[in-house]
């Protein structure tokens, strides 16, 4: 079975400009996650996903941040603008269901400039 | 609050002696716990998970954690590091009251020397 599928894996921006990252999740998952893991913290989940509705988004910095998962498959995470704070990795996960076992994409490693 | 706390940041030991990584937890409700590792440029992977059955889990790779409710602790051990052993660990925690929503520690690297 593939595992998560995340790209681009590394990328790299000035601040105040756009990024866009994308995930596919392992096919079957209803539930997909964005955590956001800074240097030398663990990961800290962004906004979770039930289908192409949204179950947790408490986290999600809503002035610059967004995301969706339209056709409750694939889903985008976009940061405009970047701060340079928003230098981490990107982590995408998914679950067959709520409570779940979680797999991990590889990431995206985002440098703000 | 619930939370999770690593106690160490850094672990180091030598190659076939035991490895302890501690974690404790805070949490008004029963909690599932975890460890994932985290190879460098790899995705988190689950070493094993306490979900209130029996209180010693055993994971992958010869790893096992105790499940003690009455000093909040989740400790991971294995009796005997390997090289490959060597990368950050981390401790993590969710409830039922909250959707499956994973809470991290902040993370143990463990070195492995030979």
């Known amino acids: 079975e593939a595992g998560v599928a995340q790209s681009p894996r590394y990328k790299i921006i000035e601040k105040r400009q756009s990024v866009a990252f994308w995930c596919n999740p392992i096919s079957g998952h209803a539930t997909l996650y964005w955590y956001q893991q800074i240097l030398g913290q663990g990961p800290k989940l962004l906004i979770q996903?039930?289908?192409?509705?949204?179950?947790?988004d408490s986290q999600l910095p809503k002035d610059r941040f967004s995301a969706e998962r339209l056709k409750g498959v694939d889903s985008t995470l976009k940061i405009q603008p970047a701060k340079l704070e928003d230098s981490a990795v990107y982590l995408c996960?998914?679950?067959?269901?709520?409570?779940?076992?979680?797999?991990f994409g590889p990431g995206t490693r985002l440098t703000v400039l | 609050a619930q939370s999770v706390t690593q106690l160490d940041s850094h672990v180091s030991v030598s190659e076939g002696t035991p490895v302890l990584l501690r974690c404790n937890y805070s949490?008004?409700?029963?909690?599932?716990l975890f460890w994932y590792v985290q190879h460098p440029n790899k995705g988190l992977q689950l070493l094993l998970k306490?979900?209130?059955?029996?209180?010693l889990v055993k994971g992958i790779n010869g790893f096992e954690a105790e499940f003690k409710k009455s000093e909040t602790s989740f400790h991971l051990t294995k009796p005997s590091a390997h090289m490959s052993d060597a990368a950050e660990y981390f401790c993590?925690?969710?409830?039922?009251?909250?959707?499956?929503?994973?809470?991290f520690g902040q993370g143990t690297t463990l070195q492995v020397k030979p």
């Open positions: 996903f039930q289908n192409n509705g949204v179950v947790d």
């Open positions: 996960a998914s679950s067959r269901d709520l409570y779940n076992e979680q797999f």
């Open positions: 949490s008004s409700y029963s909690p599932s």
């Open positions: 306490y979900t209130s059955a029996a209180t």
């Open positions: 993590v925690v969710t409830f039922s009251s909250n959707t499956g929503k994973l809470i």
